[in-house]
């Protein structure tokens, strides 16, 4: 069993930036990939952010140049690096990862952006 804390989450203005992170915990041993997820109000979840275990990574093409994936293996962390941030980008962030074939979710995170 892996469990997965996402923390990071807050009100922000628009154009700020917020780092989003995911530790996780327990049978750590194989991570074949993960993601970000977020559910924005009235919204079905949508993926923003992927990162395999060879480093590679994808983005919605709502964040891409603006949102930035990445893992640090030693600590079994997930960072979402997210900059100029905009309104449309208020939602609930979730952390994903498959580890030894099973696929494990967080909890959630809000991130708030005023204008």
């Not at 993926?47 to 603006?66: F, P, Q």
Request: glycine share 14%; with cysteine; proline share 1%.
């Amino acid at each position: 069993q892996v469990q997965l804390v996402e923390s990071g989450g807050a009100l922000v203005e628009a154009g700020g930036s917020l780092r989003l992170s995911c530790v996780a915990s327990g049978s750590t041993f194989t991570f074949n990939g993960g993601g970000w997820l977020r559910q924005r109000p009235g919204k079905e979840r949508e993926a923003v952010a992927l990162i395999i275990n060879d480093g590679s990574t994808s983005y919605s093409d709502s964040v891409k140049g603006r949102f930035t994936i990445s893992r640090d293996n030693a600590e079994n962390t997930l960072y979402l690096q997210m900059t100029s941030l905009k309104e449309e980008d208020t939602a609930v962030y979730y952390c994903n990862a498959h580890y030894g074939g099973s696929e494990y979710w967080g909890q959630g995170t809000q991130v708030t952006v005023s204008s």
